[in-house]
Structure formats: structure tokens, C-alpha cells
């Protein structure tokens, strides 16, 4: 490692030690949104796209996913929202749009969602598209239902696919003060409350052409996709390895009963290891190999709900408490589990190309 990287490595555990580590129970209890932690990191630049080639871009972001996820999921989560969102705006065509915003996302002085589960699923051929697009002068009007958003409030932005009929949609990036746009928060989950999510409704929501990401919604998403998906690898990646850490940490408890349990640290350990094997792979060989990317994030979700079910039977009874941070993994990844791509989206798409 670099100074360079040496230097911004410290910026971001002095940033998670300082701004996220002292509200980790306030975001699970209480659904606080660990807002100002995100716009610092902006403000270190962790978000810096220049003299970035794309694959220290990607790699850089997955770093900051997993060392937050390794604190507190649900604000890695809202990061990789907000790392969707960049990559949006990263790749659109429209110069307006990218010279406009992507400094301001990059410096965290606007944040962002990603509002792709509803279109995801519907390229999977698993949802109906919830938002149509009605073409006007200058721009479209948007009307329909998102049922959960995350990582929204003031100042935010969001990326949504609406259909504008049956042969084409668009993709547009949304402000959320916009007039017609009406938000109710969610926080009535298992977990992850503390995401600042809302279900939206669009009731004709203006939105002119310099909004416009892309005009062929259907392509666009399918090269923004294999990003979207390696942005969420490290959620579970960073559960995984504090999981591990908490069965050493009690290892020794009830005169090293522990070791009776099938399930030890070293095991996960070593699958995680070759689970990044793979990844390094991934990236030596084929960066958007879609397949592959799809296989991965199968792979990581079913370990990560292997790590957190072997964390509890280690912790025994007192990580069955409300707000110890064994039974919060727990929930964080089940819900990793059901974060679009679900594992039963997933599956679908592992088992249609095997």
C-alpha cells in the first residue's frame, strides 16, 4: 500500500471510529441515518473519481463498503447506495447531468439513492415496471409508486427507470424536493431501519431533459448493472469478518465449550478468503462478466447468513439481547439476503445460465 493509500485508509478508520462507531446502537434502535458520516466522506475525497482508472474506482469504493459494513451494515448499505448512484451519473452520456452533479456527489455535498429494486426485478422478469414516463415539451412527466427507497432526505437525489411504453424506457435522476413527489419513511423492518428509507410517489413529477440519464433505460442498465452488483459484495464481506472476530472474542467462554461446534471461526475464515480469491480472479479476467458477478453475490449472501447463525450459537444467550451487536448481524443479513438481487433473484439468474 502506497502513502497515498496508506493516508486515506486512515482518514476512514479515524472517520468510522470518530462519526459512525458511537451511533451504531442509535442507528439499530433508534433508525438514525448516519447522514453526516456519509458527507465526510466525501469531504476526505474517498469518493474521488480523478486520475481513477475504472477498476481502482470500483475496488476503492468496495474498500470503504466493507470496512463501514464491519461497523454497522445499515450505514455501509446507505454508502452503497449513494456508490450506485455515482456510478449513474458516472456513466451517463449526458454531459449536463455528469459536469452538474458528479462533483457534488463525489464531495458528498449532495447524496443520492439508487431506486433500481422495482427495475431490476423487472428486467428479471420478476416485477411489472412501477413508474411510466409520459413524454411532454422539454422533458417527461413521471407518475407510479416506488414502495421503498433508501438513503433519502433533503438534498437528496434519485436514479428511477420509468416506462414510456412498451418498447422504451427511460432513466431519469430525480431531486427529492421535487413538487409532485410525495414521501412517507419506512421503519417498521427487522432491522436496517436507521437507512432513511421512504416509499415514493410520483404524481406527475416534471422532469426536464438535463435529468434525463439515459433515453435508452434498457442499456443502460445492463452496463451499469455489474457495478451496481460488486458495489454489494463487501456488505457482506465486512459482516462476515466481524462475525469472525466476535467467535474469537468469546472463544474462551463456558471453559471453551465453543470448540464442541461444528461451525468454527477458521472455517468461515477460510471461505471467505477463497470467496476473494474469486473476486481478485474476477477482476484479473473479466471485470462485467455478469454471470460470474451474479454467482459471487449468491455466494456471499449465504455465507454471510452462515457467519451470523455460527456468531449466535457461539455468543449463546447474551447475543440473543435486543442490542447486542451479534443478534444485529443477524438481522443486517438476512436483510442482506433479501437486498435486490434477492437470493431467490439470484438463483434465478444462476440456475437460467447454468
Known amino acids: 500500500m502506497n502513502n497515498f493509500a496508506l493516508k486515506k485508509s486512515k482518514i476512514l478508520k479515524d472517520l468510522i471510529e470518530q462519526d459512525l462507531k458511537p451511533y451504531v446502537k442509535k442507528i439499530d434502535v433508534e433508525a438514525f441515518y448516519a447522514e453526516n458520516f456519509l458527507k465526510k466522506l466525501g469531504e476526505a475525497g474517498l469518493f474521488a473519481s480523478v486520475n481513477k482508472s475504472q477498476k481502482e474506482l470500483i475496488l476503492d469504493g468496495m474498500h470503504l463498503v466493507e470496512e463501514t459494513a464491519k461497523t454497522c451494515m445499515t450505514t455501509a448499505f446507505c454508502l452503497w447506495c449513494h ?58 412527466f413521471l407518475s407510479g409508486v416506488l414502495p421503498a427507497v433508501s438513503n433519502l432526505g433533503e438534498n437528496h437525489w434519485i ?13 431519469c435522476f430525480v431531486p427529492c424536493q421535487i413538487e409532485g413527489l410525495k414521501m412517507k419513511g419506512k421503519v417498521e423492518f427487522l432491522g436496517v431501519n436507521g437507512s432513511a428509507t421512504y416509499s415514493c410517489q410520483f404524481s406527475n413529477v416534471f422532469i426536464p431533459k438535463e435529468w434525463v440519464l439515459s433515453e435508452d433505460a434498457d442499456e443502460f442498465v445492463k452496463a451499469i448493472r455489474p457495478t451496481f452488483v460488486l458495489y454489494q459484495l463487501p456488505l457482506g464481506v465486512g459482516v462476515t469478518k466481524e462475525s469472525i472476530s466476535s467467535i474469537d472474542h468469546v472463544e474462551q467462554r463456558q471453559n471453551g465449550c465453543n470448540r464442541y461446534l461444528k461451525k ?61 451487536a451479534s443478534s444485529r448481524r443477524l438481522r443486517e443479513a438476512y436483510f442482506f439476503a433479501n437486498l435486490t438481487p434477492t437470493v431467490k433473484h439470484l438463483e434465478k439468474i444462476v440456475n437460467s445460465y447454468s
Open 83 to 140: 456508490l450506485a448512484a455515482l456510478t449513474y451519473v458516472r456513466n451517463t452520456s449526458n454531459e449536463v447531468l455528469h459536469q452538474k452533479f458528479l462533483p457534488l456527489l463525489e464531495n458528498g455535498e449532495i447524496l443520492a439513492a439508487t431506486g433500481l429494486s422495482n427495475p431490476m426485478k423487472y428486467y428479471a422478469g420478476l416485477e411489472d415496471l412501477h413508474l411510466s414516463a409520459e413524454p411532454t415539451e422539454g422533458g417527461y
Open 159 to 171: 436514479g428511477v427507470v420509468a416506462a414510456v411504453n412498451e418498447n422504451k424506457r427511460v432513466m
Open 264 to 324: 468454527q471461526a477458521y472455517h468461515i475464515l477460510n471461505e471467505v478468503q477463497q470467496f476473494q480469491k474469486k473476486i481478485e480472479v474476477l477482476f484479473e479476467e473479466d471485470l462485467f462478466n455478469w454471470t460470474e458477478i451474479a454467482k459471487l453475490r449468491l455466494e456471499i449472501a449465504y455465507l454471510t447468513l452462515d457467519a451470523v447463525q455460527a456468531n449466535m450459537l457461539h455468543c449463546g444467550s447474551s447475543g440473543y439481547l435486543n442490542e447486542c
